[in-house]
């Protein structure tokens, strides 16, 4: 019995010392890049606009952010954002963030859960953030076109002004100033969704060699220092998002749409041609349904504004992949990734499948534009990826499924 | 000690994923001692589940052994390309087993078994990273196996039991879903009662050898009617039913085991057993869902599971009247191929090593105890269908103790 004491005694402590079980450990490097003072260069993406608006819960899971997060591991020296200093947020029309709202229709009882604006905090545009000392290194800029990055006040962007370093500064100065070792550059899809957003009746995509012209600026200050490296991304089709997708996701339907250039000033949807998000509140009231009522030309991307919207991209495609060839900058493929996103199969990742279905589909929040902060994440994953294949770095992957998407009711 | 056993019998009947797939390697301290040998092996009532063709030669008139283990297993997971990384706390395992055996003439033996020879109970943290393919899972499966064993001569023994299979799975999962209070999450429960049988050829060549063959057949558990109850934000309940059943089918694999043993002398035994798992069977979970909805479809995942081979060495010696020592090594291949590696049931190649002893407190009495340590071979791998990969490391550290009652 004694010896079976001893035995079970020695047992016990067995399993307390022996109980660790070993890991792989990651082995993060730097490669040939140097991430001592990261810099971010861009527009609505970059800044961490989401669910329609501006606010710190969005900067917080901007896809810069999460990049940075991930290279503290490999050398940052850290990464300011210019954070909104109040608890709300705004976007470009005044709103606040989206959130899904159950409602229920007086007439028939049914529930159906939808996306409503909240109320824009005002204040937030007048906020003066910009510190000498701690200077922001996420520069994006929500609704900045590439020929912004250069305009002084960033052409009277009032999402600049809270954090430029005076009212006559541009992105690009404000960059510069920093003497960034590494530069993340993804700009352009502003440059086609200006004209996207309002259905094609309002000016028309920069031209492509404006904005080859823009963007040949930007690089040549950015990397007159050959020190200095960098990712650049291109930009998705608009037809990858579900703001231009979601109305009709269902099927095709034939639409009686305003149209000056036909006969009576009106015609049917014709398949292929888009209807945007901003339809819905017309259409629940019967737009489109009739001659007496056709839907406004300003929620239709019809044929033609359609393929100059595509040109228009194919072309900036064109010049954002060459200066990646030029500078042997890392490239990342926004526009593949997105259409693999949007494909009907979507993507998996860690478990859960994305789409890029409205509400539902995980990368894209509840504006059908911008990114959830797992979408930010997932986007922050395809630059790290790129940016370790260019530059033989090791940095790792952000775990995508630490950020949030949408929140039902 | 008395205390000791209470408390192994009435905990929870829960067990561990401490064999490949999920099959359980602690049937009995004697045999476990011993790399879990034992088809050409006479070491009491435990054939019953190891070659129940070995009691057709029974000595003894009756024998009589139970016992059990305390698992304590951990498995570590390392994310690909990232810094993440975990393990699991699994809940302490503690199967266990009861057989006896009595002669009933010169030529039968009557038999019974009860025990737990596959389980799988696995818990990792309810929000890590690969929440949505599994956050826990309890599969239990006790066997009841009646047996009768027949002498054909002094030197063929023949013997064959139902296997009588109260089997339940009880697993949760995250949902993608996010609502006020988190995110959604489902368990997923049921029970079933299911049957098969486990035959078995023991042959003493010599004094010295002896032979045996067992097949254990496979055991399809099929769930009907388990409860799917969602944890879900109010506003998509009617997406997901409170009251949803589903439907699954899991199978418990046959084995097929050929052993040999020699007696070198008077003090020491080896044994070897070369055992055949018919993985093969596991090719898909699927949980049929009822009612579905646009948000509720029908799960499929892919297992694809391949047979395995399991090669084990055991030595018992006869250190004096009193006690017996025992050793064992076993390698335990993994019926999982690189992409269908899950958290639900990380395997990897896995290798066991036993010591053990029996105590003779009368002529009728004894107490057997053994130690298992099994250690996992890292494995870079995942679940192809879910896209989670990453690095998985896992050990075992399993005590065991039992008594036995013969004459």
């Given at each position: 019995?004694?010896?079976?004491?001893?035995?079970?005694?020695?047992?016990?402590?067995?399993?307390?010392?022996?109980?660790?079980?070993?890991?792989?450990?990651?082995?993060?490097?730097?490669?040939?890049?140097?991430?001592?003072?990261?810099?971010?260069?861009?527009?609505?993406?970059?800044?961490?606009?989401?669910?329609?608006?501006?606010?710190?819960?969005?900067?917080?899971?901007?896809?810069?952010?999460?990049?940075?997060?991930?290279?503290?591991?490999?050398?940052?020296?850290?990464?300011?954002?210019?954070?909104?200093?109040?608890?709300?947020?705004?976007?470009?029309?005044?709103?606040?963030?989206?959130?899904?709202?159950?409602?229920?229709?007086?007439?028939?009882?049914?529930?159906?859960?939808?996306?409503?604006?909240?109320?824009?905090?005002?204040?937030?545009?007048?906020?003066?953030?910009?510190?000498?000392?701690?200077?922001?290194?996420?520069?994006?800029?929500?609704?900045?076109?590439?020929?912004?990055?250069l305009?002084?006040?960033?052409?009277?962007?009032?999402?600049?002004?809270?954090?430029?370093?005076?009212?006559?500064?541009?992105?690009?100065?404000?960059?510069l100033?920093?003497?960034?070792?590494?530069?993340?550059?993804?700009?352009?899809?502003?440059?086609?969704?200006?004209?996207?957003?309002?259905?094609?009746e309002?000016?028309?995509?920069?031209?492509?060699?404006?904005?080859?012209?823009?963007?040949?600026?930007?690089?040549?200050?950015?990397?007159?220092?050959?020190?200095?490296?960098?990712?650049?991304a291109?930009?998705?089709?608009?037809?990858?998002?579900?703001?231009?997708?979601?109305?009709?996701?269902?099927g095709?339907?034939?639409?009686?749409?305003?149209?000056?250039?036909?006969?009576?000033?009106?015609?049917?949807?014709?398949?292929?041609?888009k209807?945007?998000?901003?339809?819905?509140?017309?259409?629940?009231?019967?737009?489109?349904?009739?001659?007496?009522?056709?839907?406004?030309?300003?929620?239709?991307?019809?044929?033609?504004?359609?393929?100059?919207?595509?040109?228009?991209?194919?072309?900036?495609?064109?010049?954002?992949?060459?200066?990646?060839?030029?500078?042997?900058?890392?490239?990342?493929?926004?526009?593949?990734?997105?259409?693999?996103?949007?494909?009907?199969?979507?993507?998996?990742?860690?478990?859960?499948?994305?789409?890029?279905?409205?509400?539902?589909?995980?990368?894209?929040?509840?504006?059908?534009?911008?990114?959830?902060?797992?979408?930010?994440?997932?986007?922050?994953?395809?630059?790290?990826?790129?940016?370790?294949?260019?530059?033989?770095?090791?940095?790792?992957?952000?775990a995508?499924?630490?950020?949030?998407?949408?929140?039902?009711? | 000690?008395?205390?000791?056993?209470?408390?192994?019998?009435?905990?929870?009947?829960?067990?561990?994923?401490?064999?490949?797939?999920?099959?359980?390697?602690?049937?009995?301290?004697?045999?476990?001692?011993?790399?879990?040998?034992?088809?050409?092996?006479?070491?009491?009532?435990?054939?019953?589940h190891?070659?129940?063709?070995?009691?057709?030669?029974?000595?003894?008139?009756?024998?009589?052994?139970?016992g059990?283990?305390?698992?304590?297993?951990?498995?570590?997971?390392?994310?690909?390309?990232?810094?993440?990384?975990?393990?699991?706390?699994?809940?302490?395992?503690?199967?266990?087993?009861?057989?006896?055996?009595a002669?009933?003439?010169?030529?039968?033996?009557?038999?019974?078994?009860v025990?737990?020879?596959?389980?799988?109970?696995?818990?990792?943290?309810?929000?890590?990273?690969g929440?949505?393919l599994?956050?826990?899972?309890?599969?239990?499966?006790?066997?009841?196996?009646p047996?009768?064993?027949?002498?054909?001569?002094?030197?063929?023994?023949?013997?064959?039991?139902?296997?009588?299979?109260?089997?339940?799975?009880?697993?949760?999962?995250?949902?993608?879903?996010?609502?006020?209070?988190?995110?959604?999450?489902?368990?997923?429960?049921?029970?079933?009662?299911?049957f098969?049988?486990?035959?078995?050829?023991?042959?003493?060549?010599?004094?010295?050898?002896?032979?045996?063959?067992?097949?254990?057949s496979?055991?399809?558990?099929?769930?009907?009617?388990?409860?799917?109850?969602?944890?879900?934000?109010?506003?998509?309940?009617?997406?997901?039913?409170?009251?949803?059943?589903?439907?699954?089918?899991?199978?418990?694999?046959?084995?097929?085991?050929?052993?040999?043993?020699?007696k070198v002398?008077?003090?020491?035994?080896?044994?070897?057993?070369?055992?055949?798992?018919?993985?093969?069977?596991?090719?898909?979970?699927?949980?049929?869902?009822?009612?579905?909805?646009?948000?509720?479809?029908?799960?499929?995942?892919?297992?694809?599971?391949?047979?395995?081979?399991?090669?084990?060495?055991?030595?018992?010696?006869?250190?004096?009247e009193?006690?017996?020592?025992?050793?064992?090594?076993?390698?335990?291949?993994?019926?999982?191929?690189?992409?269908?590696?899950?958290?639900?049931?990380?395997?990897?190649?896995?290798?066991?090593?036993?010591?053990?002893?029996?105590?003779?407190?009368?002529?009728?009495?004894?107490?057997?105890?053994?130690?298992?340590?099994?250690?996992?071979?890292?494995?870079?791998?995942?679940?192809?269908?879910?896209?989670?990969?990453?690095?998985y490391?896992?050990?075992?550290?399993?005590?065991?103790?039992?008594?036995?009652?013969?004459?």
């Amino acid at each position: 019995m004694q010896k079976i004491k001893y035995s079970v005694l020695f047992l016990c402590v067995l399993l307390f010392t022996q109980c660790e079980v070993e890991y792989k450990d990651f082995k993060p490097s730097n490669g040939e890049a140097d991430f001592t003072t990261y810099v971010a260069l861009g527009d609505s993406y970059t800044a961490g606009y989401t669910d329609g608006a501006l606010g710190r819960r969005g900067q917080e899971s901007s896809f810069p952010n999460i990049i940075a997060e991930q290279l503290a591991m490999v050398g940052n020296n850290g990464f300011n954002q210019p954070l909104v200093k109040s608890n709300g947020s705004v976007g470009s029309g005044g709103i606040g963030y989206y959130q899904l709202k159950m409602l229920i229709n007086p007439n028939t009882q049914d529930t159906s859960i939808t996306p409503l604006p909240g109320t824009g905090d005002m204040a937030i545009f007048a906020e003066k953030i910009y510190d000498a000392s701690a200077p922001a290194h996420n520069l994006g800029v929500p609704g900045a076109i590439a020929a912004s990055l250069l305009a002084p006040a960033a052409g009277g962007n009032p999402f600049f002004s809270r954090f430029s370093s005076n009212q006559t500064t541009s992105v690009l100065i404000d960059a510069l100033v920093q003497d960034p070792t590494f530069v993340s550059l993804w700009i352009g899809i502003y440059d086609v969704l200006g004209f996207a957003l309002g259905g094609g009746e309002i000016g028309a995509p920069t031209s492509p060699l404006q904005f080859a012209n823009s963007m040949g600026t930007i690089v040549s200050q950015l990397f007159t220092d050959t020190g200095t490296k960098g990712v650049i991304a291109n930009i998705p089709d608009i037809e990858a998002l579900p703001f231009f997708s979601y109305i009709l996701s269902d099927g095709f339907k034939p639409l009686v749409i305003v149209d000056g250039d036909a006969p009576g000033g009106m015609r049917q949807l014709q398949p292929g041609e888009k209807v945007l998000l901003t339809a819905a509140a017309a259409l629940q009231t019967g737009a489109g349904q009739s001659l007496d009522k056709p839907l406004e030309a300003k929620y239709v991307l019809d044929a033609q504004e359609l393929a100059a919207i595509k040109s228009a991209t194919e072309a900036y495609n064109e010049t954002i992949k060459s200066i990646a060839n030029q500078y042997k900058f890392a490239f990342v493929d926004l526009n593949a990734l997105m259409k693999n996103i949007s494909s009907t199969d979507g993507i998996i990742l860690d478990g859960n499948k994305y789409s890029s279905t409205f509400v539902t589909g995980g990368v894209f929040s509840l504006d059908g534009i911008h990114a959830t902060a797992r979408g930010s994440a997932i986007i922050a994953n395809e630059f790290i990826r790129a940016i370790n294949k260019q530059y033989n770095a090791n940095i790792p992957q952000a775990a995508i499924n630490s950020y949030g998407t949408v929140t039902y009711p | 000690m008395n205390k000791f056993f209470i408390a192994v019998l009435l905990a929870t009947m829960a067990v561990n994923s401490y064999a490949e797939g999920y099959q359980v390697n602690v049937q009995s301290q004697k045999n476990t001692a011993m790399g879990h040998t034992g088809t050409a092996l006479m070491l009491g009532a435990s054939s019953v589940h190891f070659n129940p063709g070995a009691l057709g030669l029974m000595q003894k008139d009756y024998d009589f052994t139970l016992g059990g283990s305390g698992v304590f297993s951990n498995v570590t997971f390392s994310k690909l390309n990232s810094t993440y990384q975990t393990e699991t706390e699994s809940p302490t395992g503690t199967p266990f087993y009861f057989y006896g055996a009595a002669r009933l003439s010169d030529r039968f033996v009557a038999s019974l078994g009860v025990s737990t020879p596959f389980g799988n109970s696995l818990a990792w943290n309810e929000d890590w990273d690969g929440r949505y393919l599994i956050q826990d899972i309890s599969l239990r499966a006790i066997v009841v196996q009646p047996t009768l064993s027949f002498k054909i001569n002094d030197k063929l023994g023949f013997g064959a039991g139902a296997m009588i299979v109260l089997g339940g799975v009880d697993l949760n999962k995250a949902l993608p879903v996010t609502g006020p209070d988190g995110e959604a999450h489902v368990n997923l429960k049921g029970s079933t009662t299911a049957f098969g049988y486990n035959a078995g050829l023991y042959y003493q060549a010599s004094d010295a050898l002896s032979l045996g063959v067992n097949y254990r057949s496979k055991v399809a558990m099929e769930m009907e009617d388990g409860d799917a109850d969602f944890t879900v934000t109010s506003a998509l309940s009617s997406a997901f039913p409170s009251d949803t059943k589903f439907d699954a089918e899991l199978p418990l694999p046959a084995n097929l085991t050929f052993g040999a043993a020699i007696k070198v002398n008077q003090q020491l035994t080896l044994a070897a057993d070369l055992q055949y798992v018919f993985w093969d069977a596991y090719q898909e979970l699927v949980f049929d869902f009822e009612p579905n909805t646009p948000q509720l479809q029908d799960s499929y995942n892919p297992r694809k599971y391949e047979n395995t081979l399991i090669y084990r060495l055991g030595a018992e010696y006869v250190l004096s009247e009193k006690l017996i020592v025992r050793a064992g090594a076993y390698y335990d291949e993994t019926p999982i191929s690189d992409d269908y590696v899950n958290p639900e049931t990380p395997g990897m190649n896995k290798i066991g090593m036993s010591l053990g002893a029996s105590y003779m407190l009368t002529n009728n009495w004894s107490v057997d105890a053994s130690f298992l340590y099994i250690t996992g071979i890292e494995r870079d791998a995942g679940y192809q269908p879910a896209n989670f990969y990453g690095t998985y490391n896992s050990r075992a550290i399993i005590p065991g103790i039992g008594v036995t009652y013969s004459f």
